[in-house]
């Protein structure tokens, strides 16, 4: 059974840091996309961060020299690093893996998901 298990969320003031984590298990993802999504209260739940397994990667424009998503294949975890956290981040976030190995933003492409982790940013 694939299971995708996220980590690190929490409350934070505006221009503070949380590095979130997600650990995969039931089968490896090393040649897989893995990203991030997130969900605000009252939103749809919108794309945040994506990474193939070679290392490129996409961010959605407002969070772009804020926040980095990087991976390990061999732990097969992947990692979004956010910094200069805005009350509008607040959300809570989903680790999602995709079967395919294109840079995909759309959540229609990933096939797994997290249970998700909150993440509340104050003002």
């Known amino acids: 059974q694939v299971q995708l298990v996220e980590s690190g969320g929490g409350l934070v003031q505006t221009g503070g840091s949380l590095r979130l984590s997600c650990a995969a298990s039931g089968r490896t993802f090393s040649r897989s996309t893995m990203g991030w999504f997130r969900q605000a209260p009252g939103k749809e739940r919108e794309f945040v961060a994506a990474i193939r397994w070679t290392g490129s990667t996409d961010y959605t424009d407002s969070v772009k020299g804020r926040f980095t998503i990087s991976r390990d294949n061999a732990k097969n975890t992947v990692a979004l690093q956010m910094n200069s956290l805005k009350p509008e981040d607040t959300a809570v976030y989903y680790c999602?893996?995709?079967?395919?190995?294109?840079?995909?933003?759309?959540?229609?492409?990933?096939?797994?998901w997290g249970q998700g982790t909150q993440v509340t940013v104050s003002s």
């Open positions: 999602a893996a995709a079967l395919g190995s294109y840079l995909y933003t759309d959540q229609m492409n990933y096939d797994y």
